[in-house]
């Protein structure tokens, strides 16, 4: 039966005894005049179909039989037992042919149509209990119960009375969700007297039926479920935040045992397709789960079996459980992830590749573009939303640190004096209450940056093929609008590789400044002062710290919206219009100048080749605020900085601070050192004699002395207390020792971008890919996406000569020629592979020296006569460059 021409009901439906049960519930249609009338067709109408159906799947027993609708026939092809019941409710509808019982199958068919109760035949212990009624009776799920039909089916070889009840329990949602329940723990009464069970339980079916909902007066399962004492209400009450009534250890050896089994994995798969829909309708109209939080059950059952991710899943059934799924309420959601977070890096693991395959499969098997849009796939967007759950499960489940959060801002970042006419503009600043939160990590308490390690690797959860399919900037709409009739894959970052979510995050800083500009040119009509679009910085190579840092604490004091505006650098003395590579270029000059180790403000680890804030530093808070800017406006204008932080500063930017563990990178010798003395396997306070005062030396060589502790040169450092002393250690090295140089620089970063999704979109360690680039420089795949102008192609003499040179250069070398022609020595995220080159012909041979468009990424190459020449001119010019010209 197509899934599809199925309506989508309130109540779950009810599978039928057997696949020809189920065939004829397609065909029949109820009637309302004279029952008995109707009762009587259908009897008949199932009679005859299910001899069609045992035809199709035992045949008559005539070897000879030329029925060629009967198994007995020498020419007819075996089907399983789905496709024989959709066959004989076809062959019912024509009235084909229909053999009669051959006399070796006459004694069969008989006990098939009479009941078990007929006298003339002898049945045995065995026989009785297959006999069942095909456990019609059997509306929901224990082990013991899948086990001893398994056992009776496995010994009469014969599973189709399990596989049944698997279609019927599995297909509804009443029926499952009351499946493999925890046992309860007796009660002080049950202990008294187990005699006395059956008033107990008497007592218990009161008490659930006061507390019972509309639900279970629809649900046939009901008096069963009330018998033994199952109500939702009172079992939620027993349960904690991460806790269900299913025992999943149960779930989990029954799929075990049964999966193993083709034609019973057949029926999960062919339940599944049943169920979605109507647990989907539930959720979305019904809000079932608010009043039978046992609704959940279902969810964790489905998701117990291995094999969803296989390929008979991709195509139907996984997609609908997905939707159904997504429209669980938040709270349900973050139930799923409390208790999901308590699951094994494998379990996890396997839930990741079953949403990631069919997100995959979909985006495959589909042709997305701008007009055909990944977001509006709903098997796509709905397997998405179900990651997020995982995903927040891992974050969850792995080691967090919740606390070790940095103060906020004392000083609110002031707004821009433009704010009045903004709201006279109608163009109210977004985001004014800080950068967006998902609702989920509200729930759940937790950040994704409170996490140190999580179960799995945040990589496994993106996905590259969706990556290259989607449309960044009608997502990044998408973002903004936040409309529920569009999804946005940026409000799941962890699905979106670094490269996408910077060209995210560069949509969003253009049309900040796009706005700027805007603004900036009504409020000079309406005011008549002078235009100013742009964040103009005009500066003397020789003096660029001091030109470029008080304009810019200039503007940060009068206006500090200005900043937002796009950056438009001009030196002194030179005629380079700013597209892009002059603003590099002084980025770079900046940060040469203000990590000079000369200047003071910061300390320099020759061993680690790592800057740290210099604790004593003679320079004023504004100096680094200041530097904060700058860092802020090269993410903000896409520049690439030459900067050299351990990760615990993005960390510390991104609101977390620094613990023991992050002077790993910080300060390795020191980090190594408090590890021996956690490891001392003798006396501390004996054999190391140190108290909790540590001396540091200031910019002259000094020592300074600080207590960890009130009076801490009397507190001697004993095996007790080594794990506060290493600890406050920690907190006096990366916290108490920078924090008013660092709370300046923090403040000056978020000057800029305070309204940016950045915090939202990536982690600590992509800040750093922001910031820095990528520090493998990978020539080879430069080489395949350079791009050729002025007539030079891939294939021309020179281009060839030109990469063969460039291969063979050393690693400065390298970087001086990406300097050259880029205006940074540092890759773009993803690697070098993004970068965009165009190498154009720059006339024929000649003595000139190649040139380049630092703002375009073009390099201007005269045609050389040959390799050595070509080698010494590119080497020149690469290694004297500095400075710009008009060409």
């Known amino acids: 039966m197509n899934p599809e021409e199925e309506h989508c009901e309130c109540a779950p439906p009810q599978a039928e005894t057997s696949p020809a049960g189920a065939a004829q519930r397609e065909y029949e249609e109820p009637e309302i005049e004279n029952p008995e009338a109707s009762r009587m067709k259908r009897a008949a109408a199932k009679h005859l179909i299910e001899r069609y159906y045992h035809q199709l799947t035992e045949g008559c027993g005539n070897e000879c039989c030329s029925n060629s609708w009967c198994a007995s026939s020498a020419g007819f092809t075996r089907m399983d037992n789905n496709a024989a019941a959709v066959k004989a409710l076809e062959l019912y509808k024509v009235n084909a042919e229909l053999c009669d019982p051959h006399p070796s199958k006459k004694v069969t068919a008989a006990a098939r149509l009479q009941s078990s109760a007929h006298s003339d035949r002898k ?156 647990v989907e309708c539930d959720l979305t109209y019904h809000n079932v789960y608010s009043r039978d939080p046992n609704y959940l059950n279902l969810f964790v059952i489905v998701m117990e079996n291995s094999n969803l991710h296989s390929p008979e899943y991709l195509e139907i059934a996984l997609p609908q459980f997905c939707k159904a799924m997504s429209k669980l309420p938040l709270a349900a959601l973050a139930k799923l992830v409390r208790l999901w977070s308590r699951y094994s890096t494998e379990q996890i693991r396997r839930m990741v590749e079953t949403f990631q395959q069919l997100i995959t499969y979909k985006v495959i098997s589909n042709e997305f573009n701008s007009r055909n849009l990944v977001n509006d796939d709903d098997a796509v967007v709905a397997s998405t939303k179900c990651l997020k759950i995982v995903y927040y499960a891992n974050v969850l489940g792995g080691e967090l640190d919740v606390g070790h959060n940095e103060d906020e801002d004392e000083e609110p970042i002031p707004e821009s004096s433009e704010l009045t006419l903004q709201e006279l503009l109608g163009e109210e600043r977004r985001n004014k209450k800080g950068p967006r939160v998902d609702p989920l990590e509200t729930e759940l308490g937790i950040r994704t940056n409170d996490c140190r390690r999580p179960l799995i690797a945040f990589e496994e959860f993106v996905n590259e093929p969706l990556n290259e399919v989607l449309e960044m900037d009608k997502d990044y709409t ?110 770079q000059l900046v940060v040469e100048e203000i990590f000079n180790p000369d200047i003071g403000m910061f300390t320099y680890d020759e061993r680690t080749k790592l800057f740290w804030f210099n604790p004593s530093s003679l320079e004023n808070e504004g100096q680094y605020t200041l530097i904060g800017i700058v860092l802020g406006l090269a993410i903000y204008n896409n520049c690439i900085l030459d900067v050299h932080f351990p990760m615990v500063v993005y960390r510390k930017l991104m609101g977390k601070k620094g613990t023991f563990r992050d002077l790993a990178d910080a300060n390795p010798v020191l980090f190594q050192s408090l590890n021996e003395l956690l490891d001392y396997e003798g006396s501390v306070e004996d054999d190391m004699m140190i108290t909790f005062q540590i001396s540091q030396t200031d910019l002259f060589g000094n020592p300074l002395m600080y207590d960890l502790r009130e009076n801490g040169d009397k507190i001697p450092v004993t095996n007790e207390n080594r794990k506060e002393f290493v600890t406050q250690y920690a907190e006096y090295m990366l916290n108490k020792s920078v924090e008013k140089q660092f709370k300046a620089f923090r403040r000056g970063f978020h000057m800029v971008t305070n309204e940016s999704p950045l915090k939202y979109l990536f982690r600590p360690e992509e800040i750093e890919l922001l910031i820095c680039g990528s520090r493998n420089l990978d020539f080879l795949a430069l080489e395949e996406t350079t791009e050729y102008d002025g007539g030079y192609n891939r294939d021309s003499r020179i281009i060839k000569e030109f990469w063969e040179t460039l291969h063979s250069f050393g690693e400065d070398q390298k970087r001086f020629f990406l300097q050259f022609t880029t205006g940074t020595d540092r890759a773009p995220v993803g690697g070098l592979g993004k970068l965009k080159m165009i190498i154009a012909k720059n006339g024929p041979d000649t003595d000139r020296l190649p040139t380049s468009h630092t703002c375009f990424n073009v390099l201007l190459l005269p045609e050389y006569c040959d390799r050595e020449k070509l080698k010494e001119r590119l080497l020149k010019a690469i290694t004297y460059a500095k400075g710009f010209g008009m060409l």
């Open 123 to 278: 049945l045995s212990h065995k026989d009785a209990l297959s006999v069942r009624d095909n456990f019609k009776d059997v509306n929901d799920l224990t082990e013991d119960k899948v086990y001893e039909i398994l056992d009776i089916c496995g010994e009469k070889e014969d599973y189709s009375p399990l596989i049944r009840v698997i279609g019927r329990v599995f297909s509804s949602a009443e029926g499952l969700v009351q499946s493999f329940r925890r046992s309860k723990p007796h009660t002080k009464e049950e202990l008294k007297s187990l005699q006395g069970k059956d008033e107990d339980k008497d007592e218990d079916e009161k008490e659930a039926a006061a507390c019972s909902t509309a639900m279970e007066e629809d649900s046939p399962a009901s008096s069963s479920r009330l018998g033994e004492g199952s109500s939702g209400e009172s079992d939620v009450q027993k349960l904690g935040p991460d806790e269900v009534s299913v025992d999943i250890e149960a779930v989990r050896r029954v799929y075990e045992r049964l999966l193993s089994n083709e034609k019973i994995e057949a029926a999960f798969l062919n339940a599944l397709v049943y169920l979605s829909p109507n």
């Open 478 to 587: 998408f973002f903004k609008v936040e409309t529920e009739n569009k999804f946005s894959f940026m409000t799941c970052p962890f699905i979106l590789n670094p490269v996408t979510k910077n060209l995210g995050l560069y949509y969003d800083n253009r049309i900040r400044m796009y706005s700027e500009r805007r603004i900036t040119v009504l409020y000079s009509l309406v005011q008549g002062q002078q235009l100013n679009p742009y964040l103009r910085l005009k500066v003397r190579r020789d003096h660029i710290i001091d030109d470029a840092l008080v304009r810019l604490e200039m503007i940060a004091m009068e206006n500090p919206a200005d900043l937002k505006k796009q950056l438009y650098v001009e030196f002194e003395g030179e005629q380079g219009v700013d597209e892009g590579g002059v603003s590099k270029e002084f980025f």
